[in-house]
């Protein structure tokens, strides 16, 4: 059974940053697709960055240039970088996985992940 646990969220100010992180443990990351999804009161859950099991790497267009995914394979760990935070970046951020060779596209559609963590809240004020 996979796990993920997501850390590092809080509540900054616009222009600050904050670092997450997802966590696992027991299945090798580089055979996985993994990505970093966020929800808004009243909103759907949106992809926000995916990083392939080759290491490529996608990015919402609201965020390039701001966010940075990135992984360890063998810390078993995700991260995502975000500077430059905005109030509309404001929401719940879920890291997500799923085994890479059941995926056909390891992108930020919500259909491609199976494994889901619990969240971590992000708040920014203006």
């Known amino acids: 059974q996979v796990q993920l646990v997501e850390s590092g969220g809080g509540s900054v100010q616009a222009g600050g940053s904050l670092r997450l992180s997802c966590a696992s443990s027991?299945?090798?990351?580089?055979?996985?697709?993994m990505g970093w999804f966020r929800q808004a009161p009243g909103k759907e859950r949106e992809g926000v960055a995916a990083i392939d099991s080759d290491g490529s790497i996608t990015y919402a267009d609201s965020v390039k240039g701001r966010f940075t995914i990135s992984k360890d394979n063998a810390e078993n760990t995700l991260w995502l970088q975000m500077n430059s935070l905005k109030p509309e970046d404001t929401a719940m951020y879920y890291c997500?996985?799923?085994?890479?060779?059941?995926?056909?596209?390891?992108?930020?559609?919500?259909?491609?992940?199976?494994?889901w963590g619990q969240g971590t809240q992000v708040t920014v004020s203006s």
């Open positions: 997500a996985a799923n085994l890479r060779s059941l995926v056909r596209l390891c992108g930020l559609g919500r259909a491609a992940y199976f494994y």
């Open positions: 027991g299945y090798p990351w580089n055979r996985y697709c």
